[in-house]
């Protein structure tokens, strides 16, 4: 059996049954049939309730002539995100504001949660930020195919000045179709590696310092790795946003 945290046990002794009925339906078959939910599965679903939670309080607690401290909170992050996506994308982003707030807040609380004992972090699992990047690849190629339809596919052949000869346009589109779509690609493993690496690298060095001195000295760490948490989910979102600017900006 693997080692699972407290959350991750309770979990699997309610639902294993259930869950592993579904993956071997699914022709998915789990090495531990009576433990199928992972620690990073677990804290994902302790991250989304968590999250659904807080916007329920949020939503049930909107007032206009006197906003609570937590109103005050996530009206600043929206406007916080609105600005950055109207400096990067253009006037008409804000449509994508709902998507990388919610992207934003999940791989924060997940990030921070391998701050606290007896959890640890789901972006510390390889399979998490990949999740991440791939809903963020597919949401702004969908954009992209919805704003401009199959024109959309233009922006892989390169951006040529029409005033440069046939001749030399023709072949460096041909070399760009190459390598377009392996950048895009490249893009889903940069957004995996870096989230991944920094979280995983992070929890692993406040934990070593909290197992040799576990008085004072990992406070530092701790702070280092909140550091880390914040920029990481930063980061993100942001080169999100600037994927989002290239599928749908004005000019490709």
Not at 90 to 116: D, Q, R, V, Y
Not at 117 to 131: A, D, H, I, M, Q
Not at 180 to 198: K, M
Request: net charge negative.
């Amino acid at each position: 059996m693997p080692e699972q945290l407290l959350f991750t046990r309770l979990l699997n002794h309610w639902f294993a049954a259930p869950v592993t009925a579904l993956l071997t339906a699914l022709h998915i078959h789990p090495e531990y049939p009576q433990a199928p939910i992972t620690n990073a599965v677990a804290m994902e679903v302790l991250v989304v309730g968590f999250l659904l939670v807080v916007f329920i309080m949020v939503r049930s607690s909107l007032s206009v002539e006197s906003p609570g401290g937590l109103q005050h909170m996530f009206e600043g992050l929206q406007g916080f995100i609105e600005g950055q996506s109207r400096d990067i994308i253009g006037h008409h982003s804000e449509p994508f504001t709902p998507f990388l707030l919610s992207l934003g807040l999940f791989i924060l609380i997940a990030n921070f949660l391998g701050l606290i004992p007896g959890f640890e972090s789901p972006t510390s699992s390889p399979v998490v930020p990949l999740g991440c990047a791939v809903c963020a690849f597919v949401y702004y190629h969908w954009h992209g195919f919805q704003k401009y339809g199959l024109g959309y596919l233009k922006q892989f052949l390169g951006h040529q000045d029409p005033s440069t000869p046939i001749f030399i346009r023709i072949p460096v589109s041909l070399l760009m179709v190459l390598i377009e779509p392996v950048s895009h690609l490249a893009r889903l493993l940069s957004l995996t590696i870096r989230l991944y690496a920094n979280i995983f690298a992070g929890d692993m060095v406040t934990l070593v310092f909290f197992s040799l001195v576990p008085i004072v000295v990992p406070v530092v760490f701790l702070g280092l790795h909140f550091f880390v948490a914040l920029l990481q989910a930063f980061i993100f979102v942001l080169l999100t946003t600037v994927y989002l600017a290239g599928a749908v900006g004005e000019e490709h």
